[in-house]
């Protein structure tokens, strides 16, 4: 920290000119001998001058200084004062004469000066030491100052540190956040893909086996057309025997035959009905009818048999739209089989049976 220069005293000018004026008065009252005796007079003139002054009056002391020699001079004359016309004198004094100086004036002449010149010193030492405890406190002010702009620059760092600290603390928790909704997110869009890859997964799979149950039917009921125009052929092929058979018989052979085929087909027609309310009461019985089933529901059902009566297999041909529903038909044809009493049936009346439909609604089995 730089320090302020200090002013100039007062003190050695002060002395100087104190000095000076002493020396001035001196000369003023002390003159030295004439080389011719001078005639004493009777009236002697003894002047002292004393000056009282205090440490506060310095400044005015170096103005007043001058003024106070030039006014001793003139009133020092430079011949001595007519005697006074009331007191007698016992010789008339000479013009040459002139007062003489006492040791006692000189001394207190020196007196006053040396008295003059410690007041000056002490007002000088005086002085210096204000200056000093002022040169002090302005030091002390300036290093209070200083401090408290040392302290006031350390807590502004501290708190912009500690801002700063704040906003970092404050990016990083929003940078964790984000990157938390981010990860979020992508797990989010990713179960949401899985899901949907499955869920079309799941459609294509369900696609893939409506398709090939179609294609089953489709494939069965074109083997069961193919059957049925076997069967149509076989029995154009055995008409055709008799009318060839009848062409060679007795019309009356002819009559009796048609009769025992009409008595014939009856019976198997009977039998084909027979069994048929058969199984549907057999299936009427397994049945177990879902809660959600309404009387709109309907599904029909292809059922595929052995000559012994076992299940080959039993498809929906026409879905209710109810899964549970669908699934509950099929599982009543699969609880009802297998129907021995196929085996008891007429080979011709056995193969209407190897594959037929059932009707399935919640009032009835058709």
């Known amino acids: 920290m730089a320090k302020r220069e200090r002013r100039v005293g007062y003190g050695w000018p002060t002395l100087l000119a104190i000095g000076v004026h002493v020396a001035a008065l001196l000369l003023t009252i002390i003159k030295w001998p004439a080389s011719e005796p001078e005639p004493t007079s009777s ?71 040396q008295r003059l010149q410690e007041e000056a010193e002490r007002a000088a030492q005086a002085r210096a030491e204000a200056e000093a405890e002022r040169q002090r406190q302005q030091e002390e002010a300036e290093r209070r100052a200083e401090a408290e702009r040392q302290r006031q620059q350390e807590e502004a760092e501290r708190q912009a540190e500690a801002e700063r600290q704040r906003q970092q603390e404050e990016a990083e928790r929003q940078a964790e956040a984000e990157r938390k909704r981010q990860q979020e997110e992508a797990e989010r869009q990713a179960e949401a893909e899985r899901k949907r890859q499955q869920e079309e997964a799941e459609r294509q799979a369900e696609a893939e086996r409506q398709r090939q149950q179609e294609e089953a039917e489709r494939k069965a009921e074109a083997e069961r057309k193919r059957q049925q125009e076997e069967a149509e052929a076989a029995r154009q092929r055995e008409l055709a025997e008799r009318a060839a058979q009848a062409n060679a018989s007795s019309l009356e052979s002819m009559i009796s035959e048609e009769q025992q085929s009409i008595a014939n087909a009856e019976q198997a027609r009977e039998a084909a009905n027979g069994f048929k309310n058969l199984v549907r009461r057999y299936v009427e019985q397994s049945w177990n009818l879902p809660p959600s089933a309404s009387r709109q529901l309907r599904a029909i059902v292809r059922i595929q048999l052995l000559p012994t009566g076992e299940l080959v297999g039993a498809t929906i041909t026409q879905s209710s739209g109810d899964s549970a529903f669908d699934r509950s038909v099929i599982n009543a044809v699969e609880r009802a089989a297998p129907f021995r009493e196929m085996s008891e049936l007429d080979a011709s009346v056995q193969r209407q049976f190897r594959e037929f439909n059932l009707d399935f609604n919640p009032e009835d089995i058709r």
Request: charged share 30%; glycine share 0%.
């Open 43 to 113: 009236s002697v003139v003894q002047a002292t001058l004393v000056r009282a002054e205090t440490a506060t009056d310095q400044p005015q002391q170096t103005e007043e200084s001058a003024p106070a020699a030039s006014q001793a001079e003139e009133e020092t004359p430079d011949e001595p004062p007519a005697p006074d016309t009331n007191e007698e004198a016992p010789s008339e004094p000479d013009e040459t004469s002139v007062p003489e100086v006492s040791d006692t004036a000189v001394e207190q002449a020196r007196a006053e000066a």
